[in-house]
């Protein structure tokens, strides 16, 4: 069936280097994409969002790059900070539309002082 | 506006017993999702609704009901719990009425059930 999945289950990284998460999906229906931060013991918390007619997105020191010839969605994080320490899950729908999102499994992100 | 919240925090089941985790949102979303995540995996959708008064089934939805009286109320129900039902439950709500991003779902911060 259709995943959306992550290239490698950890990440760490010194504060203050940049990071890159990764993330690959197999529909190529899919028109909306999403990632998710979770901190221990919380619920999934918005980050940056991107619709397909996009190749780029830019937030507060974050930035989603979504290329669709190999359908690969990236999170990068500029300037990484302790509190960026986090499980990152990226997610996908291919309606437009309150629709259901499809998880990956999560990346662990630990951020070395 | 405290966007979404569950009830309760914490619960311990004995096999066979029954519970129903409360999911309540502010936001006047028109659609409320229930996951469970288990360790070393992503969210896994269990049920879903897409307005008041209805319901649908997600990836997993055996073992567990749902109900969707009140749009800002979405209830999940286990008639008889499993072991297997052991897991953190986390409930969701999306698509504003009048605008904004109607994707972006908003959760709620978890239900850790224990069913021994």
């Known amino acids: 069936g259709e995943s959306v999945g992550l290239h490698l289950p950890t990440l760490s990284v010194q504060e203050g280097d940049n990071s890159i998460i990764n993330c690959a999906y197999s529909?190529?229906?899919?028109?909306?994409f999403i990632w998710y931060k979770q901190e221990s013991g919380k619920g999934p918390q918005f980050i940056i969002d991107?619709?397909?007619?996009?190749d780029k997105r830019q937030g507060q020191r974050v930035t989603v790059l979504l290329n669709k010839t190999v359908k690969h969605l990236s999170l990068q994080i500029a300037a990484t900070q302790p509190g960026d320490s986090a499980v990152y899950f990226c997610?996908?729908?291919?309606?437009?539309?309150?629709?259901?999102?499809?998880f990956g499994e999560g990346t662990q992100l630990t951020v070395n002082p | 506006n405290a966007g979404v919240t569950q009830t309760p925090k914490f619960r311990v089941l004995k096999t066979g017993q029954s519970m129903t985790l409360l999911c309540a949102q502010d936001?006047?979303?028109?659609?409320m999702y229930w996951y469970r995540q288990d360790p070393g995996m992503g969210l896994r959708l269990i049920h879903y609704?897409?307005?008041?008064?209805?319901?649908a089934k997600g990836e997993v939805p055996d073992g567990y009901n749902v109900s969707r009286l009140k749009k800002q109320n979405f209830l999940l129900g286990l008639e008889s719990a499993a072991p297997s039902q052991t897991s953190v439950y986390f409930c969701?709500?999306?698509?504003?009425?009048?605008?904004?991003?109607?994707?972006?779902?908003?959760f709620g911060p978890g239900t850790r059930l224990t069913v021994l």
């Open positions: 936001m006047n979303h028109e659609y």
């Open positions: 969701a709500s999306s698509y504003p009425q009048g605008g904004g991003n109607t994707d972006t779902q908003y």
């Open positions: 991107i619709r397909s007619n996009m």
């Open positions: 529909n190529s229906a899919s028109d909306y």
């Open positions: 997610a996908d729908t291919k309606e437009t539309s309150g629709s259901r999102l499809t």
């Open positions: 609704s897409v307005g008041e008064g209805t319901t």
